[in-house]
Protein backbone atom coordinates (compact mmCIF):
# COMPACT_ATOMS: atom_id res chain seq x y z
CA UNK A 1 0.00 0.00 0.00
CA UNK A 2 1.16 3.49 -1.06
CA UNK A 3 0.27 6.71 1.35
CA UNK A 4 -0.17 10.02 -0.74
CA UNK A 5 0.31 13.44 0.89
CA UNK A 6 0.40 16.73 -0.72
CA UNK A 7 1.68 20.14 0.61
CA UNK A 8 1.95 23.30 -0.80
CA UNK A 9 -1.09 24.95 -1.96
CA UNK A 10 -2.36 27.79 -1.13
CA UNK A 11 -3.68 31.24 -2.06
CA UNK A 12 -1.54 33.03 -4.30
CA UNK A 13 -2.65 36.23 -6.55
CA UNK A 14 -2.81 35.44 -9.93
CA UNK A 15 1.13 35.53 -11.91
CA UNK A 16 2.79 33.99 -9.25
CA UNK A 17 3.75 30.79 -8.53
CA UNK A 18 3.86 27.88 -5.91
CA UNK A 19 5.17 24.64 -5.78
CA UNK A 20 3.51 21.52 -4.94
CA UNK A 21 4.91 18.12 -3.16
CA UNK A 22 3.22 14.78 -2.82
CA UNK A 23 4.91 12.82 -0.51
CA UNK A 24 4.89 8.74 -0.39
CA UNK A 25 5.31 6.70 1.98
CA UNK A 26 4.80 3.04 2.86
CA UNK A 27 5.80 1.14 -0.29
CA UNK A 28 8.13 3.21 -2.93
CA UNK A 29 6.69 5.02 -5.71
CA UNK A 30 10.08 4.47 -7.92
CA UNK A 31 9.20 2.63 -10.30
CA UNK A 32 5.03 4.08 -10.67
CA UNK A 33 3.89 6.54 -13.22
CA UNK A 34 3.06 9.29 -11.42
CA UNK A 35 0.26 12.08 -12.22
CA UNK A 36 -0.96 15.07 -10.90
CA UNK A 37 -5.02 15.80 -11.17
CA UNK A 38 -7.03 18.72 -10.24
CA UNK A 39 -10.86 19.61 -9.31
CA UNK A 40 -12.49 22.22 -9.42
CA UNK A 41 -16.13 23.53 -7.80
CA UNK A 42 -18.65 22.22 -9.83
CA UNK A 43 -16.34 20.23 -12.01
CA UNK A 44 -14.71 17.07 -13.05
CA UNK A 45 -11.42 16.06 -11.42
CA UNK A 46 -9.18 16.83 -15.10
CA UNK A 47 -5.64 15.82 -15.66
CA UNK A 48 -2.64 18.09 -14.97
CA UNK A 49 0.46 16.94 -15.44
CA UNK A 50 2.18 13.35 -15.72
CA UNK A 51 5.61 11.71 -15.14
CA UNK A 52 7.15 8.43 -15.58
CA UNK A 53 8.83 6.38 -13.34
CA UNK A 54 12.65 7.92 -14.28
CA UNK A 55 11.60 11.35 -14.63
CA UNK A 56 12.57 11.59 -18.42
CA UNK A 57 9.60 11.78 -20.12
CA UNK A 58 6.92 14.22 -18.76
CA UNK A 59 3.09 14.97 -20.35
CA UNK A 60 0.90 17.71 -19.52
CA UNK A 61 -3.06 19.25 -19.69
CA UNK A 62 -3.03 21.77 -22.56
CA UNK A 63 -4.18 24.35 -20.38
CA UNK A 64 -1.36 24.01 -18.31
CA UNK A 65 1.32 23.36 -21.08
CA UNK A 66 4.32 25.63 -20.59
CA UNK A 67 3.41 27.05 -17.17
CA UNK A 68 3.70 23.59 -15.11
CA UNK A 69 6.45 21.38 -14.59
CA UNK A 70 6.51 18.08 -12.73
CA UNK A 71 9.57 16.19 -11.00
CA UNK A 72 10.11 13.65 -9.28
CA UNK A 73 12.60 12.85 -6.76
CA UNK A 74 13.07 9.31 -6.10
CA UNK A 75 15.53 8.86 -3.36
CA UNK A 76 12.76 11.30 -1.60
CA UNK A 77 9.77 9.73 -2.42
CA UNK A 78 8.26 12.54 -3.56
CA UNK A 79 6.92 14.66 -6.92
CA UNK A 80 6.54 17.60 -7.56
CA UNK A 81 4.65 20.74 -9.56
CA UNK A 82 6.01 23.56 -10.02
CA UNK A 83 3.40 26.04 -11.37
CA UNK A 84 4.29 29.69 -12.37
CA UNK A 85 1.97 32.35 -13.93
CA UNK A 86 -0.95 31.07 -12.37
CA UNK A 87 -4.67 32.36 -13.35
CA UNK A 88 -7.50 32.35 -11.71
CA UNK A 89 -8.81 29.59 -13.52
CA UNK A 90 -6.15 27.22 -12.06
CA UNK A 91 -8.21 28.08 -8.48
CA UNK A 92 -9.13 23.59 -7.52
CA UNK A 93 -8.14 21.40 -5.16
CA UNK A 94 -5.07 19.54 -6.55
CA UNK A 95 -4.79 15.62 -6.24
CA UNK A 96 -1.32 13.60 -6.85
CA UNK A 97 -1.96 9.93 -7.83
CA UNK A 98 0.09 7.35 -8.25
CA UNK A 99 -0.08 4.42 -11.30
CA UNK A 100 1.62 0.71 -10.08
CA UNK A 101 0.86 -1.34 -12.94
CA UNK A 102 2.65 0.70 -15.71
CA UNK A 103 6.61 2.85 -15.73
CA UNK A 104 4.78 5.23 -18.07
CA UNK A 105 1.74 7.21 -17.76
CA UNK A 106 -1.10 5.60 -20.03
CA UNK A 107 -1.31 8.41 -22.81
CA UNK A 108 -5.20 8.84 -22.18
CA UNK A 109 -4.50 10.10 -18.47
CA UNK A 110 -7.53 8.64 -17.18
CA UNK A 111 -8.34 8.59 -13.65
CA UNK A 112 -9.41 5.13 -13.51
CA UNK A 113 -5.41 4.13 -14.42
CA UNK A 114 -4.46 5.55 -10.88
CA UNK A 115 -4.46 3.32 -7.75
CA UNK A 116 -3.22 5.89 -5.32
CA UNK A 117 -4.74 8.59 -4.54
CA UNK A 118 -3.57 12.02 -2.04
CA UNK A 119 -6.45 13.59 0.11
CA UNK A 120 -5.96 16.69 -2.04
CA UNK A 121 -4.36 20.48 -1.87
CA UNK A 122 -6.14 23.28 -2.30
CA UNK A 123 -4.97 26.34 -4.55
CA UNK A 124 -6.68 29.67 -4.56
CA UNK A 125 -5.31 32.10 -7.18
CA UNK A 126 -6.84 35.30 -7.09
CA UNK A 127 -7.47 37.92 -9.67
Known amino acids: QVQLVESGGGLVQAGGSLRLSCAASGRTLRLYAMGWFRQAPGKEREFVAA????????YYGDSVKGRFTISRDNAKGTVYLQMNSLKAEDTAVYYCAADRDHFYPDPRFNLDDYDYWGQGTQVTVSS
Open 51 to 58: INWSDTNT
